[in-house]
């Protein structure tokens, strides 16, 4: 099978190439490395980033990729990480030859779209990255050419897909009454890239949170319960608070750590917590109780965290008086990666929605 991923979020498309690879499948990632954050792994960039004058910028990121468009062809299946790919202006041009001239095409929900905007506007999810975020629903109610396409361009991908395929709950919530909308599938990963390293206390413990679209993560909240910790435990804990790192800069400051404070406005885990669990680390972030349900789960080694600073200072309470468990937790993360997130197998789930067997 001949596969083109297109896209890429947080190496979520670096563990699924990784993992069909493994099950003999022909990847090619086409992808810019999730923009500042250097992921590793593209086989072709989808245009080419670091111009800063602007007529260089308008040719490579809306002219080239249209006038290479033929070189993404002859594929039995493209996926692609998100509905908006390329540049609003051209996404929709771009995704339609994507369809004609392969095999198939389909779409992962794994950001912020139109349609889970909508959801949370009706209600649907509670809480969530929109909240006290004017910027981010300005990219969907705003007026301007750009903002209309985008809105226009990702509902034109919704619905020439083949497939959706959402990747946790929050974003499955948005796209489910759709026709062409599949099972939702966990993230990959491929924990053997990872070292894991006993994760056992000495002296203070180190909570540490990247500074990651400080509004869509809830890093107010967070560095609010990080400050009312280190006041009330300043023997025993140590708060980190940095990022906008590159990927492997990000991965190096995460060994020296604990506890990984993910994010508290979304309802599942994602890429970094997997990461942060490979590691051995326990990890505060999105586990509510949808979001286990969406995949079948019981429980998750993730410790739920949401935008409540008395809420988040309460489970960082919880590790502390548990600090000789963090042993303990840190290895269930990392079994819980190799198993739940084990990227042969989400590879063989995505093998099996392309050929039609689930």
Known sequence: MKILLVGEFSGFYLNLKQGLE?????VTLAANGD?????PGADRPLYRTKDTDKPRK??????QPVLKKKDLQGYDVVQ??????????????MVKCLKEQNGSLYVNVAGNCYSLYRAWKDGYLGYYTFDDNPEKHEMYTGGGLRREMTRRTECYV????DGIIPVMYEYAVGVRDLPN???TIPLPFNAGKTEYKTNRPSGRLVF??????EKDKGTAYIRQAFEIVQKKYPNDVEMLVCGRLPFQEYLEVLRKTNILVDQCK??????NACYGMAQGKVVLGGASRNSLKEFGLLKSPVLHIKPDVEQIVAQIEYVLENRNRVEEWGYESRRFVEEFHDYRKIAQKYINVWSGAE
């Open 58 to 63: 308008i040719y490579y990121k809306l002219i």
């Open 80 to 93: 692609m990480v998100h509905e908006s790919a390329y540049r609003p202006y051209i996404n929709s041009y």
């Open 22 to 26: 493994e099950l003999g499948a022909d």
């Open 266 to 271: 979304e309802h599942c885990w994602g890429m």
């Open 208 to 213: 540490y949170h990247g500074i990651l679209r």
């Open 35 to 39: 923009g500042w954050k250097q992921i």
């Open 158 to 161: 919704d619905r020439i897909a």
């Open 181 to 183: 909308c599949k099972r």
